[in-house]
């Protein structure tokens, strides 16, 4: 997340200089590679990068690349990294797979500029679809780079005139918002056939910390590290808190009795539970536990917990297994953590697994892909 607003902050800020800027997106991946389809680096005329698409040793002839768009036009370049190739030009990639990255030149007047509709999905904090076409073959009317973009409202902005194909990619994209994912598409026409990449873009996480203590504060700038937007809520009402977290995006001075007043739980709301005051602790949980989480972190042990739950049952607070199942106490994944530092990493990395839905464990002993492909689906479009 943080990588994408660093691109969009540079783009935003060549617009105000009127300088020439190129998009490079991994748009297909085959096989192995450092980097997943998504992935983007922005590119300037002076030659500045921000981002990256690979670990490092693509992003010198992606940059040699603009050099050769004169006209405007979207390029689709291929890197073959199983290529006896790939020894000759130098790469030395060494990830076994074919990476496929559309190049194309950004203007902040286009409405399909795919920068400023994900800058738009991060401020109003909810999802959409982008649905970019990088191969075209036969003679059908569609060009390269033409996308379609869905935001969460329904509303759609395209520039494909191919109306089949538009209805086609609707429902699709629709899907892909509903489900929360991304996925690649061949469509199939009587006159040709292009590939859409379908990417899901996902707001980065809201996390909201109960508790202003000076443990919180590595919590607070490992999540930040990450992209995350961050609210700190503090109990006491100490007014320092605001100048020792003014990293995080808010901070709230409260009281327990009226912290419900100040927590909104949306789609991707997450938090954690520090606070070192049992009585705050209480009256947080009872409004946590129910909702609609997807992570709830909470500090202590799990005696502690286990008085908690108790206390907060006698109070006539609902816990199934389901509402329990998104509380983590102890919290944070046992990577022996006993300083304020290591302790957020152990709380920023448990969040991050299961965001992602993933066990914490160690890569060599996943029998798995590190990363899931999807399937190139194949659609026949009647005419």
């Known amino acids: 997340m943080k990588e994408i607003n660093s691109i969009i902050t540079?783009?935003?800020?060549s617009q105000d200089n009127s300088e020439p800027v190129f998009l490079a997106t991994v748009v297909n991946v085959?096989?192995?590679s450092y980097r997943q389809p998504g992935a983007r680096m922005l590119i300037t005329s002076t030659g500045k990068m921000v981002g990256t698409i690979s670990g490092g040793c693509l992003e010198n002839d992606v940059f040699q690349h603009t050099r050769?768009?004169?006209?405007?036009q979207p390029k689709l370049v291929t890197y073959d990294t199983n290529a006896d190739e790939d020894i000759i030009w130098g790469f030395g990639l060494g990830c076994n797979g074919v990476v496929d990255v559309l190049i194309e030149c950004l203007y902040q007047d286009d409405s399909l500029n795919p920068l400023t509709f994900i800058h738009q999905c991060f401020n109003n904090q909810k999802p959409g679809i982008i649905a970019t076409i990088f191969s075209v073959e036969g003679t059908i009317n569609v060009q390269l780079g033409a996308r379609l973009i869905l935001n969460s409202d329904g509303n759609?902005?395209?520039?494909?005139a191919e109306s089949s194909l538009t209805q086609s990619l609707i429902k699709d994209a629709k899907s892909a918002l509903k489900n929360q994912y991304s996925s690649f598409h061949k469509y199939q026409l009587l006159s040709g056939e292009v590939n859409v990449f379908i990417e899901f873009i996902q707001p980065p996480p809201h996390l909201i910390i109960f508790g202003a203590g000076r443990d919180a504060v590595p919590v607070v700038e490992f999540a930040k590290a990450l992209g995350w937007q961050v609210t700190i809520i503090d109990c006491r009402a100490?007014?320092?808190t605001k100048e020792r977290f003014m990293m995080a995006n808010n901070v709230i001075l409260?009281?327990?009795?009226?912290?419900?007043?100040h927590i909104s739980i949306k789609e991707n709301t997450i938090a954690v539970v520090m606070n070192h005051n049992y009585f705050d602790d209480l009256?947080?949980?009872k409004l946590l536990i129910p909702s609609n989480l997807k992570y709830l972190g909470c500090l202590g042990s799990k005696q502690r917990t286990a008085r908690l739950l108790n206390d907060l049952l006698t109070e006539g607070i609902e816990q199934t297994p389901e509402l329990l199942q998104k509380l983590y106490t102890p919290v944070g994944l046992d990577i022996g953590a006993d300083t304020p530092e290591t302790i957020a990493l152990s709380i920023i990395t448990e969040i991050q697994a299961i965001l992602k839905s993933r066990n914490g464990g160690f890569l060599k002993d996943r029998n798995e892909p590190i990363y899931s492909r999807n399937q190139m689906q194949e659609i026949k479009i009647e005419q």
């Open 238 to 240: 100490i007014e320092a």
């Open 156 to 160: 759609i902005n395209t520039n494909i």
């Open 283 to 285: 009256e947080i949980l």
């Open 10 to 13: 540079a783009f935003l800020d």
């Open 68 to 72: 050769l768009i004169t006209d405007g």
């Open 254 to 261: 409260t009281h327990r009795e009226i912290v419900h007043q």
């Open 30 to 32: 085959q096989g192995s």
